[in-house]
């Protein structure tokens, strides 16, 4: 401890010599804000001892210091560039323990009070276009001023430059003219949305008002890229920040995707059931939809209504556009991939389009292959029974592969909080299994690419016996690595690799047919 009282008082004398040679050296504007960017560092660096009385007699030296360097400003604000470097050093003090708690605190909020009309004044959006770096000023002003009103949770430090920072990122001074500062704020920075929560959380109808003002601009800068040809990979990226953040985030997020939904015709029941699914993913959805609808007009709605589809950005596109083309299509018998519409870590959305583009290419000679989306045991009944309509008097399904997070007696498909969001083993026990093995061809395969599903007695091994089918699956956590299928004899037969990630580490593949556990692949159509 006493290397530290005497490391900490060596260069405190010497910074104290070396600022006396600066102040000679290099008169003029820039010294006050030298002296004030050393004396925080010197405390933020020393903060870390505070506990030592040594150390902090010294720290309230440096703070008194500080006050001195702060007072100057009062004479010497007067541009942007100004402004920004007082703030910063105000900003770092805010993350000093324990001092900022005190009196800095006074001196920092004081100050900013006391220079709210000229700080107002000086950041305030000139009438021609701001430069990128004009506006990487005021956005950095900005953020100085929100952290500070965060950290004193007072929200008059940063109420009165709502307006200049709204103007900033506003529609006046053009969102497309900037892009890429812009997505920089909106994107990376991630402002917007922290502002949405912290006003979202206040309940005074001033407050309030300002969560409204802070919507209206994000919508105007989606009525901007809308005139610019419809961008949504602009948009998606906003939306991915929001997801990020807290209530008011997204409450802000679902009123704007609202808003493009409705502008291109889409169904807004499609952010239910992203929000059910991975939030993070939405962008990926945006985007998928947009391409998709370049190619074919309609075709997100059609696929949607059919076969409850909606979270676009996970499936090949050509599986998709085949078969909204293949909608009538009942010369080829077909296959189906069931996807939980809930994938609230990514496990499954990460493998499935390989997955499915290999698959889809291997089969493409003499199976379709139907993609369909459930939430709910009830929702796969409803797709099962869609699929029977428009296929079943002349096709029944020859095969299906079900996606979702799975456990030994369970299968989820929708968010874990919702009721009857999961496929379980007393979902399979009376007349209503008989009726769904009516959808499909006799003595079909089924493979679960589920977790720990395929355990003896669990639910891969009641699904073969309720519906007399051939079931895969792993016994274990995994994943399905790759699908491998011949066409050679009368039915498809499925070469399935589960695989974890981890080489020292590989689930066992479980085959049942009938509900009989078998170890000779042949005996259940299997490779």
């Known amino acids: 401890m006493d290397e530290i009282r005497e490391t900490v008082n060596e260069n405190s004398d010497s910074q104290n010599a070396n600022d006396s040679q600066n102040a000679e050296s290099r008169p003029g504007i820039s010294e006050p804000f030298e002296l004030l960017e050393k004396n925080v560092r010197k405390f933020v660096d020393s903060s870390d001892q505070a506990d030592d009385p040594t150390i902090e007699e010294e720290l309230k030296k440096i703070a008194v210091d500080i006050q001195e360097n702060i007072s100057v400003f009062d004479q010497v604000i007067d ?36 220079h709210t009309e000229t700080i107002t004044e000086r950041l305030k959006p000139p009438k021609t276009v701001l430069s990128q770096e004009e506006r990487s000023i005021r956005l950095e002003c900005f953020r100085c001023l929100f952290n500070l009103a965060s950290k004193t949770n007072d929200s008059s430090l940063i109420d009165p430059y709502i307006s200049i920072f ?217 797709q099962l029974i869609k699929l029977n309509h428009r296929y079943g008097n002349y096709q029944k399904i020859s095969f299906a592969v079900l996606a979702g997070h799975g456990e030994k007696d369970n299968i989820q498909f929708g968010s874990s909080y919702k009721k009857r969001a999961k496929l379980t083993l007393d979902d399979l026990r009376g007349k209503s299994l008989n009726r769904v093995g009516d959808f499909f061809v006799p003595h079909h395969t089924i493979i679960l690419q589920s977790c720990s599903t395929g355990i003896e007695g669990g639910i891969a091994q009641k699904l073969s016996e309720g519906l007399e089918a051939d079931v895969i699956a792993p016994d274990s956590p995994g994943f399905i690595q790759s699908i491998k299928v011949s066409l050679a004899g009368e039915k498809p037969i499925f070469d399935v690799v589960y695989n974890t990630g981890n080489l020292g580490f590989r689930p066992t593949k479980m085959y049942y047919s009938r509900g009989q556990k078998h170890f000779n692949n042949e005996e259940v159509g299997v490779e």
């Open 79 to 114: 541009d942007p560039t100004k402004i920004q470097r007082v703030l910063e050093s105000i900003n770092e003090l805010a993350e000093a323990y324990p001092y900022f708690d005190s009196s800095e605190t006074n001196v920092a909020t004081d100050f900013i009070r006391r």
């Open 166 to 382: 709204l103007e900033s990122i506003g529609k006046e001074i053009g969102f497309s003219e900037v892009r890429g500062n812009q997505m920089q704020l909106l994107g990376t920075q991630k402002l917007p949305g922290q502002l949405l929560d912290y006003y979202y959380v206040y309940g005074s109808s001033e407050q309030s008002e300002i969560y409204k003002q802070i919507i209206e601009k994000l919508i105007s800068f989606i009525d901007e890229v809308k005139k610019e040809g419809n961008d949504l990979e602009r948009m998606a990226r906003v939306f991915n920040t929001l997801s990020e953040g807290g209530d008011g985030s997204r409450t802000a997020r679902n009123l704007l995707l609202e808003q493009i939904l409705k502008d291109r015709g889409l169904s807004t029941a499609l952010i239910s059931d992203w929000v059910d699914g991975e939030e993070s993913a939405i962008a990926k959805h945006l985007l998928a939809i947009e391409a998709l609808e370049k190619k074919r007009p309609g075709i997100t709605n059609l696929l949607n209504s059919e076969f409850g589809i909606a979270c676009f950005g996970f499936y090949p596109q050509e599986l998709l556009i085949a078969q909204y083309d293949e909608l009538n299509d009942v010369t080829k018998p077909y296959g189906v991939y069931l996807s939980a519409r809930s994938d609230e870590n990514g496990a499954i959305a990460g493998f499935t389009p390989r997955l499915l583009s290999s698959l889809g290419i291997q089969i493409a000679s003499s199976y379709r292959l139907r993609i369909i989306e459930a939430g709910s045991r009830l929702e796969i009944a409803k």
